[in-house]
């Protein structure tokens, strides 16, 4: 099983960017699908990005097509989100996680917590108006 460590997270204004990054151990996360999730307190846990197994097709939310970018780094076994045009609705914990996505056709569907199984410990990410 892999193990996952985030990291970046922090306080910015609104419109403001930053990085998080996710460092793999324990197994090869390029067997994996890599996502990132996200949480505020008293909702589900929301899918934002992910990356199929062979880096080749990502997936986006809705809210965050155009200002988000998910890319992974084979020599450092990590994985990043770049974060763009940060809104304040985009405040809340980040989870990197490693599990299984599903293609149709060209395209990578909509991720589920259910279908990862390891996840990291999450970075806050604050966003101020």
């Known amino acids: 099983q892999v193990q996952l460590a985030e990291s970046g997270g922090g306080s910015v204004q609104a419109g403001g960017s930053l990085r998080l990054s996710c460092v793999a151990s324990?197994?090869?996360?390029?067997?994996?699908?890599m996502a990132w999730f996200r949480q505020v307190p008293g909702k589900e846990r929301e899918g934002v990005a992910a990356l199929f197994t062979d880096g080749s097709t990502s997936y986006y939310a809705d809210s965050v097509k155009g200002r988000f970018t998910i890319s992974q780094d084979n020599r450092k076994n990590t994985v990043y989100l770049q974060m763009k045009s940060l809104k304040t609705e985009d405040e809340a914990m980040y989870y990197c996680a490693a599990g299984v996505c599903t293609m149709q056709g060209a395209t990578l569907l909509p991720i589920r917590t259910t279908r990862f199984r390891s996840w990291g410990q999450g970075t806050q990410v604050t966003v101020s108006s």
């Open positions: 324990g197994s090869t996360y390029r067997s994996y699908c």
